[in-house]
């Protein structure tokens, strides 16, 4: 896809993986809806979007993807600001400190699990009609490493992983005859702050992949030619 001038949503745009798409994107030429719950954060991103790329529409949306009544209407705003959207990045998610299960608390189960699947489901759901009436539209969605392989004391990251991969293998099938593809990103330990926001610092980092290099593999994967599609990346450091 030509993503020049296209417009792209991006969650979980305000921090690591998501923020480095979307400075990535916009130097690209594309124009971004940009989602994620912190404001200021976002603020903070839309200053340097506009700043560096004045003649490019970037509109941020606060918005908390593990609610569905703040979804809707957010979703309905992307639509009436930007008319036609062509690719959604599915990125926005969050991590679970390790533990076995019956340590787990009950309110922590819910809220990866309305994030990191049941938030980008709705999102998807939401934004497919919209999608499907491009010629060309594109669904990325940011799995992990963990959404195909079993990771000891992950059983809540991984279950919510493992659904994202199962959501975007049946979205490419029955899309198959539509002008949108799907791909999913399956990808190990990247160097962002998802696992000091979860309480977890004693993880060795230093080896892990730079976001800003997975960040050039999602434009890398949306910019070739339309009869190449990357469906699938697994990347480990
Ligand atoms: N880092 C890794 O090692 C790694 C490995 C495999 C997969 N992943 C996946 O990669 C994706 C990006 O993670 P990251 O490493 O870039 O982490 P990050 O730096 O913490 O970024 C996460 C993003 O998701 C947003 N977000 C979290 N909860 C949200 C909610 N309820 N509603 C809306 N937005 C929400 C955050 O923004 P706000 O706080 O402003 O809401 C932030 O922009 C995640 O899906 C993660 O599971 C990461």
């Not at 959604?88 to 009950?106: D, F, H, R, T, Y």
Request: hydrophobic share 40%; with cysteine.
């Amino acid at each position: 896809m030509d993503i020049k001038n296209k417009n792209i949503v991006v969650t979980g745009a305000s921090d690591g993986i998501g923020r480095c798409t979307a400075l990535k994107l916009a130097a690209a030429g594309s124009n971004l809806a940009l989602l994620s719950r912190s404001q200021e954060k976002l603020d903070l991103l839309m200053q340097e979007l506009s700043g560096k790329y004045p003649q490019q529409k970037f509109i941020a949306y606060p918005c908390d993807i593990s609610q569905l009544e703040q979804i809707k209407p957010t979703i309905q705003k992307i639509i009436s600001d930007f008319k036609n959207i062509h690719v959604l990045l599915n990125i926005a998610g969050i991590w679970l400190k390790m533990s076995p299960l019956e340590e787990v608390a009950p309110e922590d189960i819910q809220s990866v699990i309305q994030t990191n699947l049941i938030g980008l489901i709705q999102i998807t759901s939401q934004l497919l009609p919209n999608l499907k009436q491009q010629s060309e539209a594109i669904i990325i969605n940011d799995s992990s490493r963990s959404g195909y392989m079993a990771q000891p004391g992950q059983s809540i990251y991984c279950a919510s992983k493992f659904g994202v991969y199962g959501f975007t293998e049946v979205l490419k099938v029955d899309l198959k005859d539509s002008g949108v593809r799907v791909a999913g990103i399956y990808q190990g330990g990247t160097n962002t702050q998802l696992f000091s926001k979860a309480n977890e610092v004693d993880r060795p980092r230093d080896n892990f992949t730079d976001p800003n290099d997975l960040a050039d593999t999602i434009v890398f994967m949306l910019t070739r030619p339309p009869k190449l599609w990357i469906h699938d990346i697994r990347i480990t450091y």
